[in-house]
């Protein structure tokens, strides 16, 4: 194997999904040299190689909540679309409604402009395979195409949605007992709805899941299935149950079976009266996982903090969603919209594993249970998460300092130049909040 040169940087940021995205750039834009690390060929993580390209939610009661880098990436790709954001101030809509569609490809896109242009050093199709503490810092083993090579970062921080740079490092994971189940994000088409028996599609669901062709959880709810499926056009309806992907065997296991259940649904639906030429127009490459690992953080948010609106002590960001937990045995799902006024915060406590001291953690691994993490684990709540860690990381190395001495108002002040909203409701200007663009 070729020796490679061991290079340094400030902050290392791993996973270039929303919050590992924002991170590197608010990182970058705070003065620190920044590589950022992602597995796959493309930024965006979920919204894009999963294919959950509906951002959100970024606005709580008809105000905005979350902005700042993520906004901008998000807005930015919606203009070159031409599309419309939707009504923020309608809040009585359902949540869904109230998400930001992007076009993925475009999202990447943009995304790539803007890491790059703001001065990271970004690491496509790169992992890391080792990761030790040194003196001020990390000792940290990547493996790209060429082989390994070292990198010396004064922070990490680890957005790589289960923890694997914290569990590389010897630090603990936590794990619930059950699972929520996985989704392949497809769309179909082939097909008009006026054309359909749906009262006939439901029997003929029915039997052929008490036939063992479809599981129960394939369409992911137990009333009706057919109707919601079909109008949908199968987003975000198909229920992968018992996967973990928290490992590369369990993670291919999660794959492979993805890949089966749609395979069960296409041949199920080919064989029904107005389905025969049903098409998959587009599919995501990854199965969308919901919860793998979240990390022994110096605290913990519970279903309580979140569905109170707990403003922490050392708040960073806000974050904005209804507890949204789906049945571990794929039986539809348990969605508790918050109380009017609500907004719940997520403090930096959260996002320190418990022994580290120059290690962060943002997106959906940050220390929570599992009715908050199903709430906070959404993209724009990651993108806030990931800007406020980009910040202090920086603030850290530049400092020299442990990650929970840089003082969090100093946080607060970093990601605000860049247009985030901090907890309190002050964003660029002091109580201004827009309700879109």
Known sequence: MREQAVEDVDVLVVGGGAAGTCAAIQSAASGAGTMLVE???????????????????????????????????????VDLAGARLPDFTDWRQPHYRLQVPVS????????????????????????????????DGWSVTLCDKEGLRT???????????????????????????????????????????????????????????????????????????????????????????????????????????ARRT???????????????????????????????????????ITAQDYATGRHWEDAVCNSFYPIDVHSPDGDGITIRPLEFGTVPTIPRSAMVPKGSRHMMVAGRSVSGDQEANSAYRVQASCMAMGQAAGANAALA???????????????????????????????????EVSVGR
């Open 262 to 300: 749609l395979l069960r649904i296409h041949q199920f639906l080919r064989r029904q009266p107005g389905l025969e030429s049903v098409t998959i127009d587009s599919w995501a490459v990854e199965c969308g996982i919901r919860e793998t690992f979240t990390i022994d953080g110096l605290a913990r």
């Open 151 to 257: 990198v010396r970062a004064r922070r990490i921080v680890d957005c790589t949605g289960d923890a694997d740079v914290v569990a590389l490092a010897g630090l603990t994971r936590l794990r619930n007992p059950a699972l929520q189940p996985g989704t392949l994000m497809v769309r179909l088409g082939g097909y008009r709805m006026e054309d359909l028996d749906v009262a006939a599609l439901d029997e003929a669901h029915r039997r052929a899941v008490a036939a063992g062709d479809l599981l129960p959880a394939d369409l992911s709810m137990s009333e009706r299935p057919m109707a919601r499926f079909l109008r949908s056009r199968g987003e975000n309806t198909i229920h992968v149950t018992d996967v973990d992907g928290g490992t590369s065997r369990t993670r291919t296991a999660a794959e492979v079976a």
């Open 39 to 77: 597995k796959n060929g493309a930024l965006g993580g979920t919204t894009t190689v999963a294919g959950v390209a509906l951002p959100g939610l970024f606005h709580a009661w008809g105000r905005q909540v979350i902005a700042g880098i993520g906004w901008d990436l998000v807005c930015r790709a």
């Open 104 to 135: 993925a490809p475009l999202y990447a896109a943009v995304l790539d402009e803007a890491v790059l242009g703001a001065g990271v050093d970004l690491r496509l199709h790169t992992m890391v395979g080792a990761v030790e503490s040194v003196a």
């Open 397 to 431: 190395a530049a400092a020299g300092c442990d990650i929970t001495e840089v003082p969090v108002v100093e946080v607060h002040r970093e990601v605000r130049a860049l247009g985030a909203i901090v907890p309190g409701g002050t964003g660029p200007v002091d109580g």
